[in-house]
C-alpha cells in the first residue's frame, strides 16, 4: 500500500514531464513562425539594421557624403580589381624532390677516398636530373623569340625593336645629335644643357670644407680615409681650367638638394596613366634595365624564374583616359634562362643589345637587330653554375661578372663563348656585386658577404693571368659591420654608393680615380637606411641617376628614397599606398630623362615620370 508521500512525488514528477513537453512544443512553434527567410543570422540583420539608422540619423543631420561612406563600409572586405598584365601561373608540386647531399665525415669517409669521388659524380648526376625534369636546366644555343616566347604578340615586339634598332647610330653611340633634331627637340636639349650647368655651377659655389684631421698618424684601414682640406678644395677649381689636370664633377661635395628646381624634378615624379602598375613578370623582380631611347620608355625586369619582361608603354594616353573592356597595356615576356635572373645591362656602345646573366650558369644579350638572344658565355658544367652581377665596361666588349665562389671572372665578348680572359678569386665569401668605373675602366669595386667593399685596379691582374687562386692585393678595403650586398660607381667615376646589411647606405665621394694608386679615399657619408629585406624580397641596392647626383633605394615601407650625393640629405620619398602593395626594390633610371621604374616581388613594375 502506497503511503501519501509516495502518491505526492509522483504526481510532482508528472507535472514535471508535462511542462517540459508544453515548452518544447511552444519553442519549435516559435521557431516555426519566426524563421526568416532572408537566410541571414541575427547578427547580420541586427548589423543592417544598425546601418539603416545611422543613414537615416546621417541624413538627418544633412551629412550625405559620412551617408555614403556608412553604406559602403558593407563592401570594404569586396577584392580590388585585378591587376592588368601577365597572368599568374599555378606551380604544381612534383613528386620528386632535390637529391639530398649528406656527410662524408659522418659516414666515415676520407675527403681522398674514391668512394667520396664516386659520391660526389652521383649527386651532380641526380641533381642534373632533377633540373631536366623540372624544365630548368639551361638551354644551348641561340633562341629565337619564338622559341622562348611567354606572353604577349611576337610580331608586334619584333616591329618595336626594328624601331629602337633603327634609331641608334654606331658612330655616334651614347650622344645625342642635336642637328638632326626638330624644334620641339632642340628645346629639349637646350633644357639639359641648361641643367648641367646649373649643376656645375652649384658645386663650384657650395663647396663644403671639413676641418683638417689631426697629426695623429693613421694605422691599417684608416689610411685609405682622408678629410677634404682648404688646399684640396681650391685646387679643384683652378683644375677644372686646366686641360692637362683630371678634373671631377665631385671633387667639392656638391649641395644639389639644396636647388629648388632639381628637388622639384624628383619631387614631382608620379605613377601616371589608365594603368599605374602592371604584372609584367611571372614571379619576383630581381633586376631591371631601361633603354636609352629617348621618345619610347621601353623597361625590362627580370624575374627569380628566368623570364624577360619587357614594358612598352604608351606615353600618348593621358591620365583620365579609360581603356576598352578587353584593352591591355604592351606587355611582352620571353623565358630566355632557366633559372633566376641575377642582373642585367645594355651595352654602353651598342644599345641594341641587353646582356643578362643567370643562376642557370650562362650569360645571354637579346639582339634587337637579330631578334634574337645569343649567347655570349657559358659555364663549364663541372663548374659553379650560380652567376651573379654583370658590369660592362666603356669600350662594349669586356664583360665582368662575379660567382659565389669568391670570383669576379672577365669576358671578352669577341672571343668563343666557353672562353674567358681570366678569372680571380678576389673574396674568401660569395661576391654580390662586380662594377666597373665608367670613366675608368682599370677600375673594378666589389662587394661581398665577407663584409667588405673592395676596390682593384685590374692593371695589375695581368701579371697573374694565369694564377687564378693567388692572392691578389687591392687599391682599398672597406670594411662594414655586417654582409655588403651592393656597390655601385656614379655615372662620372668619382663615387661609390654602398649598401650593407648593417643598415646603412655609405656614399664615397671625391676620389681621384684618374691617378696611378688611388692615394686619398674620404670618410664615408653614412645614410641611416634599412635595409633588412628578408627572404621574400630582393636585396635593396642604390641606383644612380645617369643625369644629377643623387640615387635612389627602395624602402621597406613600400615606397622609394632619392638621396643627395653631396649631402646624404633625402631629397623626396616617392610613395602612393593604392598602388604599392609591396616593397620596390629593383629599380632603373631612364639614361637621358628623369624617369624611374620600380619592380616589386609579386612581378608588378611602376614607372615614375
Known sequence: MKTRRQEVKREE??????????????????DDSSTPSDGLTDYERQRLENIRRNQEAMQMFNLPEAASAVSRSSDRNKRPAPTVGVKREKRTKTAEVLPRRT??????????????????????????????????????????LADVSAHGDDKKFAKLAQEIAATYVPEKARMFDAEDQDDDDDSVVKKEEEDDKAVKKEEEDDKVVKKEDDD?????????????????????????????KVSHATKSTSSSSKDPSLRKQV?????????????????????MAIHQNRDKILVCGGDIDGNLGFWDLDESQSDDYEPELEEEPNIYSYKAHSRSLSSMQYSPTDPTKLFSTS??????????????????YVVPRDVNEHLGSVSIDSTGNHLWFADSDGGVSLKDVRTPK????????????????????????????????????????IRNFASHKDEEDEPLEELAQFPHRLSVTSAMWSPDGNSIASTSYDDYVRVFNNFEPGLPIVKEIPEPIKIPHNNQSG???????????HQFNWFCIGNMNKSLDIYSRGTGDLMANLKDARVLTTVPAANAWHPSRTVLASGMANGKMVIWR
Open 418 to 457: 666557353d672562353q674567358l680572359v681570366y678569372r680571380k678569386l678576389l673574396h674568401e665569401k660569395k661576391v654580390g656585386c662586380v662594377n666597373v668605373n665608367p670613366q675608368y675602366s682599370h677600375l673594378i669595386a666589389t662587394s661581398s658577404l665577407d663584409r667588405t667593399m673592395r676596390i682593384w685596379d
Open 359 to 376: 643562376y642557370d650558369g650562362s650569360v645571354r644579350y637579346l639582339d634587337l637587330v637579330k631578334q634574337q638572344f645569343l649567347e655570349a
Open 535 to 545: 627572404r621574400w624580397c630582393t636585396m635593396l641596392r642604390a641606383v644612380w641617376s
Open 216 to 244: 695623429t698618424p693613421k694605422t691599417g684601414i684608416k689610411k685609405y680615409f682622408s678629410r677634404a682640406t682648404k688646399k684640396n678644395s681650391a685646387s679643384t677649381s683652378t683644375a677644372a681650367d686646366d686641360k692637362s
Open 13 to 30: 514528477e508528472e507535472h514535471k514531464k508535462d511542462d517540459k513537453h508544453d515548452i518544447k512544443s511552444e519553442d519549435a512553434s516559435d
Open 267 to 287: 619631387q614631382s615624379l608620379r605613377l601616371r596613366g589608365p594603368w599605374p602598375t602592371v604584372k609584367v613578370c611571372q614571379g619576383r623582380i630581381y633586376c
Open 103 to 144: 656527410s662524408n665525415r659522418l659516414a666515415n669517409i676520407a675527403p681522398d677516398d674514391p668512394a667520396a669521388k664516386q659520391k660526389s659524380d652521383d649527386y651532380k648526376t641526380k641533381t642534373f636530373n632533377y633540373y631536366e625534369m623540372t624544365n630548368r636546366t639551361r638551354r644551348e644555343g641561340d633562341l629565337t
